[in-house]
């Protein structure tokens, strides 16, 4: 009798299991088996395949390495599809230590936005020291003592600031340039 209750049970299950699934046939062609597949999909982004992810365009701007003035390597590619806000300077301008306050404010309003200071015309030694005094060690400063990230995006003078688009365009200002002025430059390269 137990024996005829499960069979009768599991003759149920199936028939409703079917008839739940629409009644009709599997159609192979539409919905073909990949026996290689797993049964479950991952769900980290780690796990996803990297051929999912749009790699963005590197415009030539940003085709430079160099290193930070705290020794790390600093590969211009990774800011590849961000609005990138270039601020070229040197230690011993004053023009540059009168706007610090103001990269500093602006930069951390807009974080949409990366922020890289550019270092150059005079010793790495200089350079670490204007950074301390002016708090602007929460951006990232590239030291360029040779120019070479200046001449790459066609910077001559200090205080510049380079606004650079995703799509590699470009607009320059000259400065000083005080919060206000920065902030509304941001805010048309981020809108």
């Known amino acids: 009798m137990v024996r005829a209750r499960a069979a009768t049970a599991a ?32 769900t980290t982004p780690a796990a996803v395949s990297a051929s999912a992810v749009p790699t963005p365009v590197v415009p030539a701007a940003l085709r430079f390495t160099a290193r ?4 790390r390597p600093f590969d211009g590619a ?8 270039f601020w070229f300077w ?12 103001a990269v ?8 949409e936005a990366a922020f890289v200071g550019v270092a150059g015309l005079d010793t790495e030694a200089a350079m670490k020291e204007f950074v301390q005094r002016t ?8 030291a360029d003592p040779k ?4 001449t790459k995006l066609g910077v001559s003078s200090q205080s510049t600031f380079v606004f650079l688009r ?18 509304g430059h941001v805010r048309k390269l981020t809108g």
């Open 68 to 71: 930070t003035l705290d020794g």
């Open 11 to 42: 003759l149920t299950a199936a028939f409703l299991l079917v008839s739940g699934c629409g009644g009709g046939e599997w159609d192979d062609a539409a919905a073909p088996l990949d026996t290689r597949a797993p049964l479950s999909a991952p």
């Open 166 to 183: 995703p799509d590699g365009s470009a607009t320059k200002a000259t400065g000083p340039l005080g919060e206000a002025e920065l902030a």
């Open 78 to 85: 990774g800011l590849a599809g961000r609005p990138v806000v």
């Open 135 to 142: 708090g602007t060690g929460s951006i990232v400063q590239l």
């Open 147 to 150: 120019g070479a990230v200046w």
């Open 104 to 111: 500093k404010a602006v930069a951390a309003k807009y974080r």
């Open 90 to 101: 040197a230690p011993w301008c004053p023009k540059c230590r009168a706007e610090a306050p």
